[in-house]
């Protein structure tokens, strides 16, 4: 492997990313979010209070905690967060086959398997980055709003939110290096997501696989025993991912 074309290619990668705005877009979204959902949280009652008075009902909410601004948390990260994560990222190799600018980049001569090492690794990148963020603003609005909350609780909780990300975007850059539609690998994409999200309801051993790996995190909340197979399981779909794109690219020609 070459490593400077690797980091020459990384760096083309993550400055794209910054110059078109996509990662910081998909940065500022989950930030966002985490920023939300305390403070949605917290004042969830007022707001049923309130729509109860207009509407003349009788709407009696418990008084929120930091737990209801953790699950808020979690189902805003993994529902709205990654609805529009796939919709940034889905042409991310995709647009560059319909476009032909792949076709000159292999001619330089650039090797096709750094080219989507460095895909993966600029999405693992933003993703963790992203994971990092969101875990400081998550933890510090928790507990301004709340009082105290075990900041070791929320770094392994956002672990096992990291690790599904990580399978949801490595996903799309799967999707996107199987074709060259850009709607073609969005829709492949939601479809993923999708199957992934109802799975776990229809194998009586979805604590071994990836589709597991969220359930831990209620684990954490819970304070029970953290099982480790659904990462295990996690980060072998995600090198399947990234083995069977470096195959595909290797046998794509241009049309």
């Not at 967060?81 to 319909?98: R, V």
């Not at 080219?115 to 510090?140: D, E, H, P, R």
Request: glycine fraction near 4%.
């Amino acid at each position: 492997m070459d490593i400077k074309i690797y980091f020459l290619l990384l760096q083309k990668e993550i400055r794209e990313l910054i110059l078109t705005q996509k990662g910081i877009a998909f940065i500022a979204i989950l930030a966002f979010f985490s920023a939300v959902s305390p403070i949605s949280a917290f004042f969830m009652p007022e707001i049923m209070k309130s729509i109860s008075e207009t509407q003349n009902l009788q709407i009696i909410l418990p008084e929120p905690t930091w737990l209801d601004s953790i699950q808020q948390y979690i189902k805003n990260i993994t529902q709205i967060c990654t609805f529009i994560a796939i919709i940034i990222f889905m042409g991310f190799i995709s647009k560059e086959k319909e476009s032909g600018t792949l076709v000159f980049l292999f001619v330089k001569p650039v090797k096709r398997d750094l080219y989507i090492l460095s895909k993966y690794t600029a999405i693992t990148i933003f993703v963790s980055i992203s994971a990092i963020i969101n875990t400081v603003v998550v933890y510090l609005l928790t507990y301004y709003l709340f009082g105290k909350i075990n900041f070791i609780t929320i770094i392994k909780l956002n672990f096992f939110i990291w690790v599904y990300l990580m399978i949801i975007m490595h996903s799309v850059v799967f999707f996107s290096s199987l074709f060259k539609s850009q709607i073609i690998s969005g829709v492949s994409s939601f479809g993923f997501y999708l199957l992934f999200s109802l799975a776990g309801g229809f194998f009586s051993f979805s604590e071994y696989l990836p589709v597991g790996v969220l359930d831990q995190a209620s684990v954490v909340l819970q304070n029970g025993s953290i099982n480790f197979w659904p990462v295990l399981s996690s980060f072998v779909l995600i090198i399947s991912f990234v083995v069977l794109s470096i195959f595909l690219i290797n046998k794509w020609e241009a049309k």
